[in-house]
């Protein structure tokens, strides 16, 4: 499956304006806006939280990369250039968890 095919399956983020991803102590370790160039993470990485228990665990980090489908590849072939995917790699091979925190969008 497509990226492109796997982003129309998943639920939608219309109603969020960023995610926050925190560590063990509550740090924001990196946020992911709802923006042309990252809307597209957003929906990963929302679905990803919303069947692993609210976090990005290794686990999950692994099934983003599948989810990311051919931009994996690319990721992988010139690492910096998709850092929302380099999160999941270095993650997916580790074992700390990461929560996921929803930021609403102002009505």
Not at 36 to 50: D, F
Not at 53 to 66: C, R, S, W
């Amino acid at each position: 499956m497509t990226f492109a095919e796997r982003l129309r399956l998943l639920p939608s983020v219309a109603h969020l304006a960023a995610l926050e991803l925190t560590d063990t102590t509550g740090t924001v370790v990196a946020t992911i806006e709802n923006r042309p160039g990252q809307a597209g993470s957003l929906a990963i990485y929302h679905a990803l939280a919303a069947q692993h228990g609210g976090a990005i665990t290794p686990e999950a980090a692994a099934q983003g990369l599948d989810w990311y489908a051919e931009h994996t590849a690319d990721a992988l072939a010139h690492p910096g250039k998709h850092p929302n995917i380099d999160r999941l790699r270095a993650w997916s091979e580790g074992q700390h968890s990461y929560a996921v925190r929803c930021i609403a969008c102002q009505a």
